[in-house]
Every structure is written in structure tokens, then in C-alpha cells.
């Protein structure tokens, strides 16, 4: 018996934990523990991808609710013993999963992109940029705790109907939990989400300056392409981290990424390499974007990308 953590991001669940929820369900795992204020629609919405049980973790207002939810969590497991509980790759997962191991005792394993839950509890992880996969067993006593990143799994709807919902009493968690949200900022974004976008056009360090960026954002526009960055040019303030792919950044999975300018560090494939096509615009052949594109074009983006955007422009 395995669990889901899916945590509540603006009144729905968080897509990442349908992504897993989508995954589990195929082995018999349909319990989620849902945290954040909950309503009709966001429990319809875990029914519809699976869910047959929620666990209903309400974070008190103002409250990160974090450590309260691992201390209600731990009471959960010490009734009904669940062999695994799965995370996304989130901060606040990770924030709860990490309280977890220690209240419990026990491992977490993190960056997974696979998990198999028959018999024992497996997890599979990247290793050398990717270019390796481990896979690792868990030993010993349960719940294992695993934290998966997004976009391991795609989120497919089950059409199934409304789970039966628990609300769960959260414990007083002292000091641990007296951390307080003072205020939340959404950044705004035009245009498709990176996450979520089928075309994706990024830049790296390559462009050379903030105004070259708005070659990628060209390009972008007639493709309803999102934009995408290297942390290079996060780092040097040219956008901002929203846009960064990468190991500290998003992982993408659009049919098609356009890679202006970017060298194609191991740290920025392990985020995009999954792209159905990757096309490579570089003015080094040798660039190691080009051992994972599967079209390239040596040259200068600079008047490369003025070509591509006029001609489709024109079309
Ligand atoms: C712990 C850790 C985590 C990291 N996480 C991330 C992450 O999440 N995402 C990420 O992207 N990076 C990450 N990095 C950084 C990563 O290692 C690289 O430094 C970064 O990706 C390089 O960015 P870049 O490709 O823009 O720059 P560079 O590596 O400098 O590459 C620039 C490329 O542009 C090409 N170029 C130059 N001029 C032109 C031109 N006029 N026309 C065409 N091509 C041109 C060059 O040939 C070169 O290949 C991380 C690093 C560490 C240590």
C-alpha cells in the first residue's frame, strides 16, 4: 500500500502529484493525502485521475502547515503502516517529506523518475547528467519515502468519481511549525507556461546581452511558443528564474525546444533532453548540444535567428 502527498497550488492539485497519481493507480496505490484547503471541484479532480481515498490536510491560515502535516502524517502511518509515501519534487514536498524522515526514521530517496511498488518499493534515478539510470530497492522497514520530479509520468484522467474524503486533525507541531507565510507573490507570465508549452524556444549565454534575448522571444511569438533559459543567463540577471530549465530549474517535455546559443551543460540537458525534437543553434560545432539534437545549425544566432524569425513572420 503506497500513499500520494499532492499538495494544493491556486485551489487545485498540484499537477505533478496528478502525474504520480496517474502512474500509482496502475498499481493498486489510490490514496492520496491531500494538502490545502480542499473543495468539491479538487477532490472531484483527484476522483477523476484515481483517487479512490483522501487523507484531507487543512495547513491553518498563515501557517506554512508543513510540519503540522508531518506530525499528522506520522500519526496516519502509525494507524494504517503504508509500505511507500511519494512526493513530487516540490519545495513544499520536499519540506514535508524531509520532516517525515526524521520524525519516522526513515530513508528518502529523491529525484526519482520512476517507482515501482510491486512487492518492494523501487525508485529509479538519473545518474551522470542522465546518462545513466540506477535503479535503487529500499530495505528494511517502511513507509519509504520518495520524492519524484515533475514530468516523470504524464497526468491522464481515469474518469473516475468522487474519492471518499478523511479530514485529518492537525496536531499542534510547537515551534517547528510557528514559521508564518507573510505574504505570497505570483510572478506574471505572458504567453504559454514553460511547463505546459508544446514548443519551447530557449536562449543561453550565447545571445550575449539581455537584448538578445528578445531574438528567442521573436522567435517565439509566431511559433505560441514559451520561453526558456540557461541558469547562465538566469544568474547574470537577464530573465528571470521562472524561466530556467535544468537540474535547479524545470524539467520540460515539449515536442519541440529550439536551443539558441546554449553550450548544452549536462546540468541544462538533464531538464529539456526528454524533448520529443531538439534543434541546436550554436556557432560551435563541437558544443555538446549538438550530441543531443537531432537537428543542428552551426552559426551565429545573431543571424541565424533574424532568418527564422522573417521567414516565419512572412509565412
Ligand atoms: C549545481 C549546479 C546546478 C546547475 N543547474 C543548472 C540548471 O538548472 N540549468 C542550467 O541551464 N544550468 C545549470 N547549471 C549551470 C551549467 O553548468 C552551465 O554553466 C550553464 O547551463 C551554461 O549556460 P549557457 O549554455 O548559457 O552558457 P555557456 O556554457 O557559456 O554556453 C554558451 C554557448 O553559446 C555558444 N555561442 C556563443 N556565442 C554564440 C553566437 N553568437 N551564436 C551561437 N552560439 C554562440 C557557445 O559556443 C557556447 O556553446 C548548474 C550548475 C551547477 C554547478
Known amino acids: 500500500m503506497a500513499w500520494i502527498f499532492i499538495e494544493e497550488v491556486s485551489g487545485a492539485p498540484a499537477v505533478v502529484g496528478l502525474e504520480i497519481l496517474s502512474k500509482t493507480r496502475t498499481e493498486g496505490a489510490t490514496t492520496v493525502l491531500y494538502f490545502g484547503k480542499g473543495s468539491d471541484a479538487a477532490f472531484a479532480t483527484l476522483g477523476e485521475f484515481g483517487a479512490t481515498d483522501v487523507f484531507h490536510l487543512v495547513p491553518s491560515d498563515g501557517s506554512t502547515g508543513t510540519a503540522a502535516a508531518a506530525a499528522a502524517i506520522s500519526d496516519l502511518v502509525a494507524q494504517h503502516q503504508p509500505d511507500a509515501i511519494l ?10 517529506a524531509g520532516r517525515l524522515s526524521t520524525r519516522l526514521d526513515r530513508t528518502m530517496i529523491s529525484n526519482g523518475i520512476d517507482v515501482s511498488l510491486d512487492g518492494s518499493v523501487g525508485v529509479t534515478t538519473e545518474i551522470f547528467g542522465g546518462s545513466q ?12 519515502l520518495v520524492l519524484i520530479r515533475p ?18 486533525p492537525m496536531p499542534d507541531a510547537g515551534h517547528a511549525g510557528s514559521a508564518r507565510v507573510t505574504g505570497s507573490f505570483v510572478e506574471k507570465t505572458e504567453g504559454p507556461k514553460l511547463e505546459e508549452a508544446a514548443v519551447i524556444v ?9 537584448e538578445g ?34 537540474q535547479t530549474g524545470k524539467t520540460v517535455k515539449p515536442d519541440v525546444y529550439i536551443a539558441c546559443g ?17 534543434i ?27 532568418k527564422l524569425i522573417e521567414a516565419l513572420e512572412n509565412r
Not at 264 to 278: C, E, F, P, R
Request: aromatic letters at 6%; a negative charge; charged letters at 20%.
Open 213 to 246: 534575448f528578445e531574438l528567442v522571444e521573436r522567435l517565439a511569438a509566431p511559433l505560441k511558443a514559451a520561453t526558456g533559459a540557461t541558469r547562465a543567463i538566469v544568474d547574470a540577471g537577464w530573465v528571470p528564474y521562472s524561466k530556467q530549465v535544468g
Open 262 to 278: 546554449l553550450s548544452g551543460a549536462m546540468q541544462h540537458l538533464v531538464g529539456m533532453k526528454d524533448s520529443k525534437m531538439i
Open 280 to 306: 541546436a543553434i550554436n556557432k560551435d560545432e563541437e558544443a555538446p548540444i549538438f550530441a543531443v539534437a537531432d537537428l543542428g545549425i552551426v552559426g551565429d544566432v545573431h543571424q541565424v535567428l533574424p
Open 202 to 210: 530557449a536562449g543561453g549565454r550565447g545571445l550575449g546581452s539581455v
Open 87 to 96: 512526493f513530487g519534487q516540490t519545495y513544499t514536498d520536499r519540506d514535508v
Open 151 to 168: 514530468k516523470s509520468f504524464p497526468a491522464e484522467s481515469a474518469g473516475g468519481g468522487a474519492p471518499t474524503v478523511t479530514t485529518v
Open 133 to 144: 539510470l540506477v535503479t535503487t530497492m529500499f530495505e528494511g522497514p517502511g513507509p519509504h
